[in-house]
């Protein structure tokens, strides 16, 4: 854990897409006890989604992880993976949506896991 979810009107080749999960993936320690080997990433590319009525380029990102991180942690994620969308696909930062959802509970390699406990 953590998975990371993106919707975007962008497309994207195969090897941008590869990429960009080696980029995520080096963003992940900036939440605690995050990384890279155990990021999980689905990309939804060329998908239709609309923000308003500009048709401007936009996404939606769910960053699922396991346990709470503390907010400080989670702004500079969200802020580094907005420069980034900003900089690879020219994605302004209001057109952007990033959710960061924390579960308490969590199955891994067959087994059940609950935070803390």
Request: hydrophobic share 35%.
């Amino acid at each position: 854990m953590p998975y990371l979810h993106l919707n975007t009107t962008v497309s994207i080749s195969g090897d941008e897409k590869h990429s960009l999960c080696v980029a995520l993936g080096e963003l992940m320690p900036l939440i605690p006890g995050k990384t890279r080997d155990n990021t999980m990433m689905n990309i939804v590319d060329g998908c239709f989604m609309e923000k308003g009525d500009k048709g401007a380029p936009c996404l939606s990102l769910e960053v699922r992880v396991f346990g709470p991180a503390p907010d400080e942690n989670k702004n500079d994620f969200i802020g580094q993976v907005t420069r980034l969308f900003e900089d690879k696909f020219k994605i302004a930062p209001g057109d952007m949506y990033i959710n960061i959802v924390e579960f308490n509970d969590w199955g891994s390699n067959g087994a059940y896991r609950r935070f803390g406990g």
